[in-house]
């Protein structure tokens, strides 16, 4: 089983990097495999909301985004982690997500998917609940931890003191790899994924 974990910080080494290694090196130990992807420095565009990825399945956009989709069916978990910005995930982290989501949110049903933030100071729950919503409503299951999967620091060597942080990201590792763990013996034994109703669109009243 494999999981892939995405660093969307344009610090390739900083304090959002430290959690996701943090939470890799314990899902290695439970026996995943595990893949980082950083978003680079460069600018990630927007969606464009052009709706051409309803059809084709990819973004008109390209890069990393078409990447990640070309090989969607390779991960059976994702870790998407953030530094936080005024509150919010980065900016580069919300494109990304934006049009991974908006082409792939569908094949995304069944898999596990936790989001893991870190900050010097506040805001870090308001930018992990703005994560969580991509997995919500694409029928993905979300693992908790002791707490909620945040890093506190201004640099990897200060959330590396975050020692309470830390425990919460090889928690959530744990528990991410059981519920791996528990759908591929579910898989085995017969229990398919749950049935899923043609959608439904109604712009409020219609
Ligand atoms: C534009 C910007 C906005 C930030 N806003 C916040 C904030 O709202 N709250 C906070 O605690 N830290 C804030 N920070 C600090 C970063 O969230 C913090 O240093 C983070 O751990 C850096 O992670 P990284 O090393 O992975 O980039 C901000 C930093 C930048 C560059």
Request: with cysteine.
């Amino acid at each position: 089983m494999k999981v892939l974990l995405v660093n969307g910080s344009p610090h390739q080494k900083g304090c959002t990097y430290t959690a996701l290694q943090e939470t890799a090196e314990e899902l290695q130990r439970q026996g995943m495999e595990t893949e980082l992807l950083w978003l680079t420095t460069k600018a990630v565009p927007g969606c464009m909301a052009c709706g051409a990825c309803w059809t084709s399945g990819q973004c008109v956009r390209g890069d990393l985004v078409n990447e990640v989709l070309a090989r969607l069916d390779e991960f059976d978990g994702f870790v998407f982690g953030s530094p936080v910005y005024y509150s919010g995930p980065s900016g580069q982290l919300c494109s990304f997500m934006d049009r991974l989501f908006y082409a792939g949110g569908s094949r995304m049903a069944g898999k596990v998917a936790a989001s893991v933030v870190s900050c010097r100071r506040g805001g870090a729950t308001e930018s992990f609940e703005r994560l969580n919503q991509y997995y919500l409503m694409n029928n993905m299951i979300l693992p908790g931890s002791q707490y909620w999967n945040q890093i506190h620091g201004n640099s990897a060597e200060e959330a590396r003191q975050d020692l309470e942080g830390l425990q919460t990201m090889r928690t959530l590792a744990r528990n991410m790899a059981w519920i791996l763990k528990c759908i591929e013996a579910g898989k085995k034994a017969g229990i398919p994924l749950p049935e899923q109703e043609q959608k439904t669109f109604t712009n409020f009243i219609r």
